[in-house]
């Protein structure tokens, strides 16, 4: 049983439909970088509806997702990262969209059903397997939600829709850029908010590239396209 650790007052955001499709099967026609090497791992299922630790909502037209073992979850720093798992079956990708608290081992990932049976016999329970990050197959500009709630005098903002896994996020601020810290719920939040107007965002990829964008402001619940994306290689 997945114990959820939400944000304050759960405010949990309202995902793109695009985002849902960022990862799914392998498919040879898509764009496919590894960002590590393969590891021996884990895998599991339970009752996955793509929403969890991550903040996403339920992705009922893609479960193909998974739950990191709470050791590499890292405060939520995989969230909306992608893996390849080779199993018996073959190979599959995943988004990470939780944590598993109920998973020490290193190398664990807690699948839904439904991916679980792509890749072994559900009758099995649990598979050894060996996986590794992968990019993620999106279309379109990284994204970003202001949280529900938010103001000029309290922000949190959620980056989605990336190739690549996001290892910071800053804003301007006084003419230098403010670095933000991000929660194990997977926002990045300045307590004393990011002021009233347009927010000049700097996000920096797993690889080091960055992205810059202009928000119109801190509006809460809204999603705005950024300029670009991350590239693959």
């Not at 992705?59 to 997702?65: E, F, H, I, Y």
């Not at 839904?112 to 072994?120: C, G, H, I, Q, V």
């Not at 099995?124 to 397997?129: E, K, L, P, Q, Y």
């Not at 927010?199 to 809460?220: F, H």
Request: proline share 6%.
């Amino acid at each position: 049983m997945r114990i959820e650790k939400l944000a304050p007052a759960r405010w949990l955001a309202t995902i793109l439909l695009p985002l849902l499709t960022a990862c799914g099967p392998t498919d040879p026609g898509a764009a496919l970088r590894a960002l590590g090497e393969f590891q021996d791992g884990l895998i599991t299922f339970y009752d996955a509806t793509g929403a969890g630790n991550c903040s996403f909502d339920p992705s009922p037209q893609n479960l193909d997702v998974a739950a990191m073992n709470i050791g590499q979850y890292e405060n939520s720093a995989v969230c909306g990262s992608c893996a390849e798992i080779e199993g018996p079956k073959g190979k599959l990708r995943v988004r990470i969209v939780d944590s598993c608290p109920d998973c020490p081992t290193k190398g664990h990932l807690d699948l839904s059903r439904s991916a679980f049976e792509k890749l072994a016999d559900p009758i099995a329970g649990r598979v050894n397997v060996r996986w590794r990050l992968v990019t993620c197959d999106v279309q379109g500009p990284v994204r970003y939600h202001i949280q529900s709630g938010s103001s000029q005098w309290h922000t949190a903002i959620q980056v989605r829709n990336h190739l690549l896994p996001v290892t910071k996020l800053e804003y301007w601020k006084n003419g230098a850029w403010v670095n933000v810290k991000r929660e194990d719920y997977n926002y990045f939040v300045e307590p004393a908010g990011m002021g009233s107007g347009a927010i000049k965002v700097r996000v920096t990829a797993s690889d080091g590239q960055t992205l810059e964008d202009t928000l119109p402001g801190a509006n809460s619940n809204a999603t705005y396209d950024g300029a670009a994306q991350f590239k693959a290689g």
